[in-house]
């Protein structure tokens, strides 16, 4: 029977380095904030509680902690003194409630986006298997400044992890650092941290002090280092932001690509995290599918488009567009350069074609608006073509109204549909047609006066234009000679 398992996500820090008012932890990679990607991969461990602790900005922070994951407790840490202090808070948030002075606690911070939840349940298992009181997460770096180092004794077991402004010049050669992310029997967590220090080149409660305690108590500590160092890697300014963001979606397409998605230019291809794909996908070069896409089989996206929580079927095309909350049906086609904002619907083998712009409409199995057309609060029936140029004028200046025009008609070139109207299943209108009243079922719509020809009145010189005059042998040779 599994133990109980806390999960402590440190997000009270003031990420300066950023120089943003968008609180650290809430900036985003992959269509997903930091702390969310950590709260994913925290999540899959199915612990018995988590609790995440508040700080800076915590009116941020908070809530959207809480709407990712209901189930998280919020603790507050007013001032930042620490890791040790921020763990302390945390615990005595718990003080009281059953389990949580046994088993495990497992410490992370919120800024480590790249963190999977299998290295997690693979670092518990380690510690718990080795009975430890404290594990470190630790990796071997090429550049460890910056971070807590492992001293290990000559027998190869931890002694103490010092932090880079406490350590010594030799301390400071160590190669193995700590990822920050750690493991306690909690008893001992809880034990240990009133008897935390502040003095040390920071003046902080260290949390990696803890470890200490145990060598002193004679109680095992285990350091357990990652392969993947990149997934304990934290962001503390926008250059670590953008690397791990491209790493991120570097991770993501090879994972795509091993299920079976053609990606033909990585380099310039994005998926958001919460992105699903179907086997045989083909993503061209520029494609950027965000939030929660879905593609089905056979379907080929791109070049140069982007699809934002959109839903698309199989055997679809996608070419040149942007789209955002959107359903494209099987075998659908889209532009090349439409544009399909929320509420779009396209059926069965329909068509959205090029220079279309669509909003809250319903378009039928079948269907198509292939040239050059706003088709904005309306449904169109299966089947049914739309002539090229036609707007749908949904807007009066005050209110929105709504279109319905029926199944199997053949609306005219350059129509205005002036909303709320409907035009009936099998109907037909004439070229430049202004329809302003229902059209009957199976009637054709023709509106504006007839064609007069005015006989002579033309402006236009019937003669062709005679050829413009040879240029000056001077301008020529002031034109620096022949061109
Ligand atoms: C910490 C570790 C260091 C490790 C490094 C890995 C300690 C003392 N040091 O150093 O061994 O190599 O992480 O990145 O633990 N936080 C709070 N409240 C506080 C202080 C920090 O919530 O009072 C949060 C921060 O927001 C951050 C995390 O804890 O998410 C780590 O704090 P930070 O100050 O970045 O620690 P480091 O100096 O990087
Ligand atoms: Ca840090």
Redesign the pocket.
């Given at each position: 029977m599994p133990s109980d398992l806390t999960v402590i996500v440190?997000?009270?820090?003031g990420g300066t380095r950023m120089k943003s008012g968008t609180a650290k932890v809430l900036h985003e990679i992959g269509g997903r904030s930091m702390v969310g990607h950590v709260l994913t991969a925290v999540r899959a461990l199915e612990p018995t509680r988590i609790v995440a602790?508040v700080?800076h900005q915590r009116d941020q922070v908070g809530p959207h902690i809480q709407s990712l994951a209901p189930e998280v407790t919020l603790a507050v840490?007013e001032e930042?003194?620490?890791?040790g202090?921020?763990v302390r808070i945390a615990m005595d948030s718990l003080a009281g409630s059953p389990g949580t002075t046994t088993g495990t606690v497992i410490v992370a911070?919120?800024?480590t986006p790249l963190l999977r939840g299998d290295t997690l349940r693979d670092f518990a298992s380690e510690h718990e298997a080795a009975q430890c009181a404290v594990s470190v997460l630790s990796g071997v770096v090429g550049e460890p400044h910056?971070?807590?180092r492992i001293v290990r004794n000559d027998e190869g077991d931890v002694e103490a992890?010092v932090?880079e402004k406490d350590a010594t010049p030799v301390q400071r050669e160590i190669a193995e650092?700590?990822?920050?992310i750690l493991a306690f029997d909690a008893a001992f967590l809880v034990e240990s941290l009133p008897r935390l220090g502040n003095d040390n080149a920071k003046g902080?409660y260290?949390?990696?002090d803890v470890v200490g305690l145990a060598r002193d108590a004679g109680l095992a500590v285990g350091a357990f280092p990652i392969d993947d160092v990149m997934q304990t890697e934290?962001v503390n300014d926008r250059l670590q932001l953008a690397n791990l963001g491209r790493e991120l979606n570097r991770r993501t397409l090879e994972g795509w690509m091993r299920e079976g998605v053609t990606v033909m230019d990585p380099a310039t291809t994005w998926v958001d995290s919460g992105v699903r794909l179907a086997p045989d996908v083909t993503l061209l070069p520029g494609v950027q599918l965000l939030g929660a896409t879905v593609v089905g089989t056979h379907t080929v996206i791109g070049p140069d488009s982007t699809l934002k929580d959109c839903e698309i079927g199989r055997h679809a095309r996608v070419v040149r567009s942007h789209a955002e909350l959107a359903v494209i049906e099987d075998q659908a086609s889209v532009g090349p350069f439409a544009y399909l904002r929320p509420g779009t619907t396209l059926g069965q083998g329909g068509k959205i074609g090029t220079f279309v712009e669509t909003k809250n409409a319903r378009i039928g199995d079948g269907a198509k608006v292939p040239h050059l057309s706003y088709v904005g609060d309306a449904d169109i029936g299966a089947g049914t073509n739309i002539g090229a140029g036609t707007i749908f004028a949904n807007y009066d200046g005050t209110n929105k109204h709504h279109t319905t025009v029926g199944k199997g008609a053949k609306t005219g070139a350059n129509n205005t549909f002036v909303a709320p109207v409907t035009i009936g299943d099998g109907a037909m209108t004439g070229g430049g047609a202004v329809v302003r009243r229902d059209v009957p079922p199976g009637a054709l719509a023709v509106s504006g006066g007839p064609q007069r020809n005015l006989e002579g009145r033309s402006h236009v010189r019937r003669e062709p234009p005679t050829a413009p005059d040879a240029p000056h042998v001077e301008d020529a040779a002031a034109g620096g000679g022949e061109s």
């Open positions: 440190l997000a009270a820090g602790v700080g840490q930042q003194h620490g890791t202090h921020a911070a919120g800024d910056g971070y807590g992890i932090e650092i700590s990822s920050g902080e260290y949390l990696t934290g």
